[in-house]
């Protein structure tokens, strides 16, 4: 599904490197957890294969499905399968939160030959997936995240995510903000679209989320790579006694 | 040179223009009240490049003795509010087309040619003809709109006296390349009716156009313009608006390209609990100025008014707002609101912001603001994340820019049709 090859990025408008060759393959259908101290470059890492400006790419390739990720528009990594739920979802006001998810979803309908929905049928759906996120009509009417509380802006997310249906979602942080409530039902928002074939990257500071979302794979991310990988229980390592451990081993190493 | 002694040569040079001129007669008193507004005229002279008020909008064209010409504009779109059902009064550079129109009466309507009107002894009409006008040059001198009440070839007179129910529409035609139109509309709504009128077309090379509106007691009158695509117009408007008690009062207006546009609002709010809104959606792309000046003076209590203009400019584009809100001492628990904003789509671009209030009342509300600015880069790529092409994306964004302006039209079938044209002028520079 994803492969990420000895990936260096720098920041644009300074000559500082951010990642220093990471490498990660994700498996269809899995589910990966990146966790790490802050300023590792998790959120560059998600930032950086769904294309935002700002980043250069120094070295190394990042392939979706044997697909080069690096040299597409954001929407051909949209249209792709690619799909970041942001840390910090964009309000936009004077567009209806419905306009945008059925432009995003026809548009990428349209990228991939696919015929567009009709109001009709774009409408049941979006209806169906918004209920069981408990997003009601007045959220889908507002402009997008505007006035929505942290919780609604990371439910906006993963209705996003059910709408377009990808192939591969990094969730950055989409556990911050919220409380133990909201937490479950965007978990929950997310388990229900683990199909055995969708793949997921987890980032998040917390293993509390991986309580809910079960990782197969759990990396941790330290200075721009990652320095070790393991099962669920590594995360239970580092809620445990923290990174520090972690990142002695790694001096010595 | 002294200040006195630039203002006479201001006068004479105004003087030299007008004297050539030909004023339509009428009747005597309309005679004297044109006599009147000449003579006003030639006490406050033409405006000129450097009168504060025209410092970002170039008066020479429109003062010149001939107008530039003007090529007329073909397209093949069906024009604006087609599909609407509507009373048509159609004007062919500047001269009323009578067999084009619709016949002169309605529901709860008196419609006149101004023609007729001036020649007749219409009582209101009396009181009504340049009154307006007359009373909107203090504390600023509008000349054009002087001359206007002067020389005026034609216009509409219209009086509601209840609700009407279908709008009436004004269709300018521009036919001749070197048409200098002068338009003069009076309108009148007596205590509660209600009237739609709307406005589009392309009116002539060069068009002078004052509308008099005077709004009594519980009337609700609504106004949507449409100036359009004709790239090599200059234009000069006035709307000048009384509005009584519990009364509303709301305007938009649509402009797209055009060499120079100079839209002049000026509303007095003169009764308690009335509303008075102005907007404007405006697109430049190319060599093209619009400029909307408005000055709303609140007299009564508990009013509220608001004025919302965007205007999106590129490849050279400049876009003017000079807003003023005046409230007056007795103007208590006044609600002022006023945004204005300039969205650049490149660095040629130009939007030149004069917001202004002047508050004499101690409780009252007043918020204004003013922004420059480009796209945003996170909502593009927040929208580019889940795959609407950047393209797409832009016309979003921009179309989401211009929303407040076009959320204060009320009616939702004139709504859609100007965000129909909106989407197809973005949608043409899309390619």
Same mark, same amino acid.
């Given at each position: 599904?994803?492969?990420?090859?000895?990936?260096h990025v720098k920041?644009?408008?300074?000559?500082?490197?951010?990642?220093k &060759?990471?490498?990660?393959?994700?498996?269809?259908?899995?589910?990966h957890?990146i966790?790490?101290?802050n300023g590792?470059?998790k959120s560059?890492t998600?930032?950086?294969?769904? @294309?935002?400006d700002?980043y250069?790419?120094?070295?190394?390739?990042?392939?979706? #499905? *044997?697909q080069?990720l690096?040299?597409?528009e954001?929407?051909e990594?949209?249209?792709?399968?690619l799909?970041?739920a +942001?840390?910090?979802?964009?309000?936009i006001?004077?567009?209806?939160n419905?306009?945008f998810l059925?432009t995003?979803? #026809?548009?990428?309908?349209?990228?991939?030959g696919?015929?567009?929905?009709?109001?009709?049928?774009?409408?049941?759906v979006?209806?169906?997936k918004?209920?069981s996120?408990?997003?009601?009509?007045d959220?889908l009417?507002?402009?997008?995240?505007?006035?929505?509380?942290g =919780?609604?802006?990371k439910r #906006?997310?993963?209705?996003?995510m059910?709408?377009?249906?990808?192939?591969?979602?990094?969730?950055?942080?989409t556990?911050?903000g919220?409380?133990?409530?909201?937490?479950k039902?965007?978990s929950? &928002?997310?388990n229900?679209?683990?199909? &055995?074939?969708r793949?997921?990257v987890?980032i998040t500071?917390?293993?509390?989320l991986?309580?809910?979302?079960?990782p /197969?794979?759990?990396?941790?991310?330290?200075?721009g790579?990652?320095?070790?990988s &393991?099962?669920?229980?590594?995360?239970?390592?580092v809620?445990?006694?923290?990174?520090a451990d972690?990142?002695a081993?790694?001096e010595?190493? | 040179?002294t200040?006195?002694e630039?203002?006479q040569r201001?006068?004479?040079?105004t003087?030299?223009?007008?004297?050539?001129m030909?004023?339509?007669q009428?009747?005597p008193?309309a005679?004297?009240?044109r006599?009147?507004?000449?003579?006003?005229?030639?006490?406050?002279g033409l405006p000129?490049?450097?009168?504060?008020?025209?410092? %970002?909008?170039?008066p /020479?064209?429109?003062?010149a003795?001939?107008?530039?010409?003007?090529?007329?504009?073909?397209s /093949?779109?069906?024009?604006?509010?087609?599909?609407l $059902?509507r009373?048509?009064l159609?004007?062919v550079?500047?001269v +009323?087309d009578?067999?084009a129109s /619709?016949?002169?009466?309605?529901e709860?309507?008196?419609?006149?040619?101004?023609?007729?009107?001036?020649?007749?002894?219409?009582? %209101?009409i009396?009181?009504a003809?340049?009154?307006?006008?007359?009373?909107?040059q203090d504390?600023v $001198?509008r000349p054009?709109?002087?001359?206007?009440?002067?020389?005026?070839?034609?216009?509409?007179?219209?009086?509601?006296?209840?609700?009407?129910?279908?709008p009436?529409?004004?269709?300018y035609?521009h036919?001749?390349?070197?048409?200098?139109a002068?338009l003069?509309?009076?309108?009148?709504?007596?205590?509660?009716a209600?009237?739609?009128?709307?406005e589009?077309g392309?009116?002539?090379?060069?068009f002078?156009k004052?509308?008099?509106?005077e709004?009594?007691?519980?009337?609700?009158?609504?106004?949507v313009?449409?100036?359009?695509r004709d790239?090599?117009?200059?234009a000069?408007t006035?709307?000048?608006?009384?509005?009584?008690?519990d009364?509303?009062?709301?305007s938009?207006?649509?402009?797209?390209n =055009?060499v120079?546009?100079?839209n002049?609002?000026?509303?007095?709010?003169?009764?308690?609990?009335?509303?008075?809104h102005?907007?404007?959606?405006?697109?430049?792309?190319?060599?093209?100025l619009?400029?909307?000046t408005v +000055?709303?003076?609140?007299?009564g209590?508990?009013?509220?008014?608001?004025?919302?203009?965007?205007?999106?400019?590129?490849?050279?584009?400049k876009?003017?707002?000079?807003?003023?809100?005046?409230?007056?001492?007795?103007?208590?628990?006044?609600? @002022?609101? !006023?945004?204005?904003q300039g969205?650049?789509?490149? $660095?040629?671009?130009?939007?030149l912001?004069?917001?202004?209030?002047e508050?004499?009342?101690?409780?009252?509300?007043?918020?204004? @603001?003013?922004t420059?600015g480009?796209?945003?880069?996170?909502a593009l790529?927040?929208? !580019?994340?889940?795959g609407v092409?950047?393209a797409?994306?832009?016309d979003l964004l921009?179309l989401?820019f211009?929303?407040?302006?076009?959320?204060?039209?009320?009616?939702?079938?004139?709504s859609?049709?100007i965000?129909?044209?909106?989407?197809? %002028?973005l949608?043409?520079?899309? *390619?």
């Open positions: 599904m994803l492969e990420i090859k000895n990936l920041l644009e408008e300074e000559d500082k490197q951010i990642l &060759g990471v490498n990660l393959t994700v498996g269809e259908g899995e589910v957890a966790m790490g101290p590792s470059g560059t998600s930032y950086v294969l769904a @294309g935002r700002g250069e790419v120094t070295e190394g390739e990042a392939l979706l #499905n *044997g080069n690096l040299e597409m954001p929407e990594r949209a249209a792709a399968g799909f970041l +942001f840390q910090y979802p964009v309000e006001p004077g567009v209806g419905m306009t059925r995003a979803v #026809n548009a990428q309908r349209k990228a991939r696919e015929d567009e929905l009709s109001a009709t049928e774009f409408l049941k979006v209806r169906e918004a209920k996120l408990k997003i009601d009509a959220m009417k507002r402009p997008v995240n505007v006035g929505f509380s =919780g609604e802006k #906006n997310e993963i209705l996003q059910a709408m377009l249906e990808p192939k591969l979602c990094i969730l950055d942080e556990d911050s919220l409380d133990v409530d909201a937490m039902l965007v929950e &928002g997310v229900a679209l683990r199909d &055995g074939k793949s997921f987890v500071h917390y293993q509390r991986l309580d809910h979302i079960k /197969d794979v759990v990396h941790i991310m330290s200075a790579r990652i320095i070790k &393991g099962g669920p229980e590594l995360a239970l390592e809620e445990h006694n923290g990174y972690l990142l081993e790694q010595q190493a | 040179m200040r006195a630039m203002k201001k006068l004479d040079a003087s030299e223009r007008v004297l050539g030909v004023m339509p009428g009747a008193w005679n004297d009240l006599q009147d507004a000449l003579n006003r005229l030639l006490s406050m000129q490049g450097r009168d504060e008020y025209w410092r %970002w909008t170039k /020479d064209s429109l003062t003795e001939t107008p530039t010409q003007a090529a007329v504009f073909h /093949d779109d069906t024009p604006i509010f087609t599909a $059902d009373l048509k159609v004007f550079d500047g +009323f009578a067999a /619709d016949a002169l009466e309605g709860n309507l008196e419609v006149m040619r101004l023609t007729d009107a001036l020649s007749s002894d219409i009582h %209101w009396k009181d003809y340049g009154a307006l006008e007359k009373r909107a504390p $001198d054009l709109a002087t001359l206007n009440t002067a020389f005026a070839t034609d216009g509409i007179v219209i009086r509601a006296t209840g609700p009407v129910s279908r009436v529409s004004l269709i035609l036919k001749d390349e070197s048409s200098d002068i003069h509309h009076v309108i009148k709504l007596d205590a509660g209600e009237l739609t009128l709307l589009n392309p009116a002539a090379a060069r002078n004052v509308m008099e509106i709004v009594a007691d519980g009337a609700r009158f609504h106004h313009r449409a100036q359009g790239h090599e117009r200059r000069v006035h709307l000048f608006a009384s509005v009584g008690s009364a509303a009062f709301k938009f207006t649509m402009t797209a =055009g120079l546009t100079r002049e609002v000026f509303i007095d709010i003169v009764g308690d609990d009335s509303v008075a102005v907007a404007g959606a405006a697109m430049g792309d190319g060599d093209f619009h400029d909307d +000055f709303i003076t609140h007299a209590l508990r009013c509220e008014s608001r004025q919302v203009f965007k205007k999106v400019l590129r490849n050279g584009a876009g003017v707002f000079q807003g003023k809100i005046l409230v007056k001492q007795a103007a208590q628990k006044t609600d @002022g609101y !006023q945004i204005s969205l650049l789509l490149d $660095d040629d671009s130009q939007f912001a004069k917001p202004e209030l508050i004499y009342a101690d409780d009252v509300a007043c918020s204004h @603001g003013s420059v480009a796209i945003n880069e996170d790529f927040y929208l !580019q994340s889940r092409p950047h797409e994306a832009t921009t989401a211009l929303a407040e302006a076009i959320d204060e039209i009320e009616d939702e079938a004139i859609a049709d965000l129909d044209r909106l989407e197809g %002028w949608a043409r520079r899309r *390619g």
